[in-house]
């Protein structure tokens, strides 16, 4: 896969995964992969057009008034510094793909889980939720994800908010751990990383930035959020089972 194509597919992947929420790093790991990028490269590469992705929609989140804060920094306090435990674990080539590939297919099931539209009543294991974070954040810090795709519909199945308020907690989720997770992969394969990662990857990097402008602002406009989110979940389905069938 050339340079021009990758770049496609990421500004596509951009704006599916910015119009429901999350940034997209598990599946820009995943076309990395098929496109034979250096797999102790991937992570950081993913992580920051996570980061470039998401960090937007953070900040729209939060003059909008959605944010939860209280709730999205408990749960996100505690993945954080799993993130960066994950990043700076050591992982072997077979075993990154194979994480990643599963926690692709496992992604996209997820976002077949149904939105809540009110959250009046908090399903009792809404107060358990803390204890999904650190794991959440330690995988997001390991494969070079977010781990909001995993969060969100934790979230929903428990009421734990509104809509709206879900997705701004996922996307400061994600913000965080991708750059908790990023340090952890600087500090595990040294700063020089970063500099290849980017060097390569720029091009890609302006591609999600776009993408993910556009998926965020105008795309839920164009069509119903049910048919975002399954063309999300057939993509992210899709580059996992590739991925796991070249293993």
Known sequence: MGIVALAAAFFVTALLYASVGFGGG?????????????????????????????????IRFGRAGVMPWRGALVLTGI???????????????????LLLGVSLILAGLAL?????????????FAKLLPF???????????????????????????????????????SVFILVNSLFGLAGQLLKNGPDTLGSAVTFGLPLMIAVVIGG???????????????????????????????????
Not at 83 to 94: D, S, V
Not at 217 to 246: D, E, F, H, N
């Open 112 to 124: 077949f889980v149904p939105q809540n539209e009110r959250s009046d009543v908090p399903s009792r």
């Open 79 to 97: 993945a954080a510094p799993a993130a960066l435990l994950g990043g700076l674990t050591p992982i072997g080539e077979g075993a990154f793909f």
């Open 26 to 58: 598990s599946t820009y790991s995943a076309l990395l992969a098929l496109a034979g990028f250096d797999y102790r490269l991937l992570p950081v590469l993913s992580l920051v057009c996570n980061i470039a992705v998401v960090a937007g929609s953070t």
């Open 132 to 170: 999904a974070a650190a794991p959440l954040g330690y995988l997001s810090g390991l494969v070079g994800i977010g781990g909001g795709i995993f969060l969100a519909p934790l979230l929903h199945l428990t009421r734990w908010n509104q809509t709206r308020s879900i997705a701004a907690t996922a």
């Open 213 to 247: 402008q556009i998926g965020s602002l105008m795309a839920l406009k164009i069509l119903p959020p049910r048919v975002i989110r399954w063309l999300t979940a057939a993509l992210t389905i899709w580059v996992g089972s590739r991925l796991l069938i070249g293993l």
